[in-house]
T-cell receptor, first 114, second 112 residues
């Protein structure tokens, strides 16, 4: 059981470039989330998904898009990267309503946009 | 804006001492969770306390919740060097899809 995995672990982009971050979970969880973590800010929710084929906006969705084509995968896309998107990105999953269940986190992707 | 604010922002203690971290929040919650993050790693769930609970224990962890004061505390007893990490509280609100809203965290350093 690998849990939640993220690809890549590190990435450096130039302003305007695009990239996709991949999150995969092998726990058959319904819910998946993308967060960003910035110094002194805690984690902020970017987008989330309550099931295959569904996505919804979180607290800071601007500049990001997501897709959940398969239950086990949740992709985060940056179409035109900006320096303000330099951050550590975490994916998480949970089996159902998070009011009763913990979220399981991946190891993170450190992204730098120059 | 952040729902939860942790206090203190940083805490440095010796092994064997107790560590207490506090979390304050602004609006009504369904439950409150505490997570630990080791340097360069993802978050790991520690404990969940529901709004109708006042205290919960798990091993060396003790969590209290005071909904009238909108605050929670995490106590780690007999701390170890391996407890060195950042600790975050996260609230689940009573409105809409029940997302986790994280606080800013407390950095704990436990020296041998």
């Amino acid at each position: 059981n690998a849990g939640v995995t993220q690809t890549p672990k590190f990435r450096v982009l130039k302003t305007g470039q695009s990239m996709t971050l991949l999150c995969a979970q092998d726990m058959n969880h319904e819910y998946m989330y993308w967060y960003r973590q910035d110094p002194g800010m805690g984690l902020r929710l970017i987008h989330y998904s309550v099931g295959e084929g569904t996505t919804a906006k979180g607290e800071v969705p601007d500049g990001y898009n997501v897709s959940r084509l398969k239950k086990q995968n949740f992709l985060l896309g940056l179409e035109s990267a900006a320096p303000s998107q330099t951050s550590v990105y975490f994916c998480a999953s949970s089996p159902r309503d998070p009011s009763y269940n913990e979220q399981f986190f991946g190891p993170g992707t450190r992204l730098t946009v120059l | 804006s952040q729902q939860g604010e942790e206090d203190p922002q940083a805490l440095s203690i010796q092994e064997g001492e107790n560590a207490t971290m506090n979390c304050s929040y602004k609006t009504s919650i369904n439950n409150l969770q505490w997570y630990r993050q080791n340097s360069g790693r993802g978050l790991v769930h520690l404990i969940l306390i529901r709004s109708n609970e006042r205290e919960k224990h798990s091993g060396r962890l003790r969590v209290t919740l005071d909904t009238s004061k909108k605050s929670s505390s995490l106590l780690i007893t007999a701390s170890r060097a391996a407890d060195t990490a950042s600790y975050f509280c996260a609230t689940v609100l009573n409105t809409g899809f029940q997302k986790l809203v994280f606080g800013t965290g407390t950095r704990l350093l436990v020296s041998p």
